[in-house]
């Protein structure tokens, strides 16, 4: 099984950026996608960045072009680097294995003034 811990959220000013972290248990982690979600007050839950085994990139529209997904398979960990952060970021981000039901404890974003 499968652990994930994500860590790195906070409260940060419009334009500002942040780096979230996602650290794996299990020792495979190296052979598996990996995306990070979000989840905004009253809305669904979204996957805004997805990261193929072989290191291939997609993004929601809303994010592309502000945050890159990345993943360091020695350290198990995955990255979510967001720049020029908005309002309409604010959200409990979560990472885990698309397709897996393998959501963490997530960790908040909130951008404001």
């Known amino acids: 099984q499968v652990q994930f811990v994500e860590s790195g959220g906070g409260l940060v000013q419009p334009g500002g950026s942040l780096r979230l972290s996602c650290a794996a248990s299990?020792?495979?982690?190296?052979?598996?996608?990996m995306g990070w979600y979000r989840q905004a007050p009253g809305k669904q839950r979204e996957l805004v960045a997805r990261?193929?085994?072989?290191?291939?990139?997609n993004y929601a529209d809303s994010v592309k072009g502000r945050f890159t997904i990345s993943k360091d398979n020695a350290k198990k960990t995955a990255y979510l680097q967001m720049n020029s952060l908005k309002p309409e970021d604010t959200a409990v981000y979560y990472c885990?294995?698309?397709?897996?039901?393998?959501w963490g404890q997530g960790t908040q974003v909130t951008v404001s003034s």
């Open positions: 990261i193929s085994s072989r290191g291939n990139t």
């Open positions: 885990k294995r698309p397709g897996y039901n393998d």
């Open positions: 299990g020792n495979i982690f190296s052979i598996y996608d």
